[in-house]
């Protein structure tokens, strides 16, 4: 039975659904500040947003400076880059307009730019956050990693091509702009990618160890939502009803997932994005049915509400409802299979023994050893 002992705390300002031309002003207003650093990606410099939203900024008033070339599976360098501009430039807050790899960045920066030294003394060395980091206001382009709601921030080191997440109550957003409208010009395969990332988060939030009965409600919330609507904003990408309950869903999972955590499917998909250079997403994805196959034996009396918010009759045998959610991968064009990204002959025991070290590991419901995560491996290849 779960202990009835939790805490749960979000310090981040939601506005949910106003356009970003509205409601971004008005939350950097109360801030305070005149000297602005934009972060962006290519892809949105682009398309013309990153412009956009300066031009908006700039017209209120406001000093911006731009830095739009944060990399899809951001490392340090972009961190440093950052936080050189940002000296530079006299910036007093950040807007991280794009997905989780512009938000992550913005929070590491921001982090360095109020605690001082370099990113691998708080990454690998253990050196305390004390104080908050610069305020940051997070935009989120896709519906997606949820990290505009969550205080972790996760970088690859050049070096080791390791992926160690910085967590710490002083890395939360100040406010998160959620403006679906911002996600329709998203490419179908990217929807599904950063999409399906939401159903692990969610997922994995609710049969997590730390999870509590807030986070219960907000993970099956998000699941629903996410399971159900996904394929329509994937197929129509113009459908905005879809697109708003994806966003909805992205934020809910991460409030939630950052209170109870997460567990194996994000410990083996990390050594697999890093190995191989793969889209987070596509990694969740490749391990969601093996995730859930292997957790769904120990999920006792978890097991009912899971299955109502996937949309499932309860009498559905394990083997099927992963047969199920087999299928629902292949209908948004999802890989299953290494192979199918080109990835011949992967080095399972390798990735295997970095999953087993993942921190997020322990948190499973059913305890998994470097042997069990090169099982979930062996049924991706």
């Known amino acids: 039975k779960m202990s009835m002992e939790f805490g749960f705390y979000t310090p981040v300002k939601v506005v949910f659904?106003?356009?970003?031309?509205?409601?971004?002003?008005?939350?950097?207003?109360?801030?305070?500040?005149?000297?602005?650093?934009?972060?962006?990606?290519?892809?949105?410099?682009?398309?013309?947003?990153?412009?956009q939203i300066a031009g908006v900024l700039r017209t209120a008033g406001w000093q911006v400076a731009i830095f739009a070339q944060v990399q899809s599976n951001p490392t340090v360098r972009d961190v440093d880059a950052t936080v050189s501009l940002a000296r530079e430039t006299g910036a007093q807050a950040l807007v991280a307009l794009g997905g989780g790899s512009v938000i992550d960045?913005?929070?590491?920066?921001?982090?360095?730019?109020?605690?001082?030294?370099?990113?691998?003394?708080?990454?690998?060395?253990?050196?305390?956050?004390?104080?908050?980091?610069?305020?940051?206001?997070?935009?989120?382009?896709?519906?997606?990693?949820?990290?505009?709601?969550?205080?972790?921030?996760?970088?690859?080191?050049?070096?080791?091509?390791?992926?160690?997440?910085?967590?710490?109550?002083?890395?939360?957003?100040?406010?998160?702009?959620?403006?679906?409208?911002?996600?329709?010009?998203?490419?179908?395969?990217?929807?599904?990618?950063?999409?399906?990332?939401?159903?692990?988060?969610?997922?994995?939030?609710?049969v997590g160890r730390r999870a509590n009965p807030i986070t219960d409600v907000l993970a099956l919330g998000a699941l629903r939502r996410a399971y159900r609507h996904l394929?329509?904003?994937?197929?129509?990408?113009?459908?905005?009803?879809?697109?708003?309950?994806?966003?909805l869903a992205s934020a809910m999972a991460g409030l939630a997932f950052d209170q109870s955590g997460l567990g194996i499917i994000h410990s083996v998909a990390g050594p697999v994005a890093g190995y191989y250079g793969l889209h987070h997403g596509l990694c969740i994805g490749l391990l969601l049915p093996q995730g859930l196959a292997y957790n769904l034996p120990v999920l006792g009396e978890k097991r009912p509400a899971l299955l109502q918010a996937l949309g499932m009759p309860a009498s559905i045998s394990d083997e099927d409802l992963v047969a199920e959610v087999r299928n629902w991968m292949v209908d948004l064009g999802l890989p299953l299979t290494l192979g199918e990204l080109d990835i011949s002959d992967p080095d399972l025991p390798a990735m295997a023994e970095a999953a087993s070290r993942m921190v997020l590991l322990p948190n499973n419901p059913r305890p998994a050893t470097a042997s069990d995560c090169q099982r979930l491996l062996e049924g991706i290849v």
């Open 105 to 206: 960045v913005g929070k590491g920066a921001g982090l360095l730019l109020s605690n001082g030294g370099r990113y691998a003394d708080y990454q690998f060395g253990g050196k305390p956050i004390t104080r908050p980091m610069l305020p940051m206001v997070a935009v989120p382009t896709t519906a997606g990693t949820g990290s505009e709601m969550t205080k972790v921030t996760v970088i690859e080191d050049e070096e080791t091509r390791f992926k160690k997440g910085v967590l710490s109550p002083h890395l939360f957003a100040r406010a998160a702009i959620l403006d679906p409208a911002l996600t329709l010009s998203l490419p179908s395969h990217l929807t599904a990618a950063t999409g399906v990332d939401v159903v692990g988060h969610a997922l994995e939030a609710y």
């Open 17 to 51: 659904g106003q356009p970003v031309a509205e409601a971004l002003p008005a939350t950097l207003a109360e801030i305070d500040v005149e000297h602005v650093l934009l972060l962006s990606d290519a892809g949105l410099a682009a398309i013309g947003l990153v412009d």
């Open 231 to 247: 394929p329509r904003a994937t197929r129509q990408g113009d459908d905005i009803s879809a697109r708003q309950e994806m966003m």
